[in-house]
């Protein structure tokens, strides 16, 4: 049996590797390169505990869509409105500044190696995880992110994905499938990845600046979704004064029906992003520049880490 498909959150992954890790770590030079090396032993963890036969590191090209902010500009709002060069403001993730300048030398990294990348103009990681999660026709998936908006793609069929959740680190690192989504938040199991971004847009999410539904809460949420299937089954319901609703819960939905009615594209994964990938996504037998990871290796004092990963690559 081949190894599974290994969807990285790139963002995900060395933002957590950013926070682990010291800033101590450092280059010759002093530039910090904790993210760079914690991203790089996990990497390498991946290869040696999930064994996958193709893995490809996911990427923003758009951190925060103007699809989704059209559609609800509070979308990731808190995270921007830095004073801009120009007119207005500019928009600007919330990047530490010693982190900024590591993620060039992680793609280095990744490029030196031969690990496939990808991404999609005008959309998240996310999206591109879920297009390329979703079109796999031949492989299991395992989705690697520290990102529960993920769990919306487990699947069964056809060719099941499950999510490494790394939330609480590599140690403590979770798969969870169809079965784990529906027992740890209560929706039905038969559709549970779709049953928790019906859940989701109806609790709203504070982190990503989704306001939900007022009165509703994850469980309650999680409840309304497995007695009427869906979302917008909850909605028909709602509107047609379905006698299982109780009038409160009509009220609180007919409020929010202008939230409602965006929710969904902006909470579920666009799964028709076109992708873009840089090269082949199996994962390779030997780096594809040798030398060039030596001098990475010595450039930014990352010995150890690039011989783990070295290591911990499939031999031919």
């Not at 939330?167 to 529906?182: D, N, Y």
């Not at 992003?273 to 001098?295: C, H, K």
Request: hydrophobic share 45%; with cysteine.
């Amino acid at each position: 049996m081949t190894g599974p498909l290994a969807l990285l959150d790139s963002a995900s992954l060395y933002f957590r590797s950013y926070y682990a890790l010291p800033d101590s770590m450092t280059a010759p030079d002093g530039t910090p390169v904790n993210a760079v090396r914690g991203f790089t032993d996990t990497l390498a963890r991946i290869l040696t505990d999930r064994r996958p036969a193709r893995l490809v590191a996911c990427l923003d090209a758009d951190w925060r869509p103007k699809f989704r902010t059209d559609l609800l500009p509070s979308y990731k709002a808190h995270r921007v409105a830095v004073p801009g060069h120009g007119e207005g403001e500019a928009d600007v993730e919330e990047v530490p500044d010693t982190l900024t300048p590591q993620v060039p030398v992680i793609l280095d990294v990744l490029a030196a190696f031969g690990f496939a990348t990808a991404e999609a103009a005008g959309y998240e990681a996310d999206d591109v995880i879920g297009a390329l999660a979703t079109h796999e026709q031949d492989a299991p998936v395992e989705v690697i992110t520290g990102d529960r908006d993920l769990f919306q793609l487990v699947r069964a069929t056809p060719t099941p994905t499950s999510v490494v959740y790394v939330g609480k680190g590599w140690a403590k690192a979770e798969v969870l499938g169809q079965a784990e989504i529906a027992e740890r938040y209560g929706v039905p199991a038969d559709h549970a990845g779709p049953a928790y971004a019906d859940m989701s847009a109806l609790r709203g999410d504070p982190s990503d600046g989704l306001p939900g539904v007022a009165g509703i809460g994850e469980k309650t949420a999680a409840k309304l979704i497995t007695q009427f299937g869906s979302l917008e089954e909850l909605i028909v319901a709602s509107q047609s004064g379905d006698s299982r609703l109780p009038l409160k819960t009509r009220l609180r939905l007919k409020d929010a029906a202008d939230y409602l009615a965006v929710a969904p594209t902006v909470v579920r994964v666009a799964v028709d992003a076109p992708v873009v990938q840089s090269g082949s996504d199996a994962v390779p037998a030997s780096p594809a520049d040798p030398d060039r990871v030596a001098e990475l290796a010595e450039q930014w004092n990352l010995g150890r880490s690039v011989e783990r990963l070295l290591a911990a690559l499939p031999k031919a």
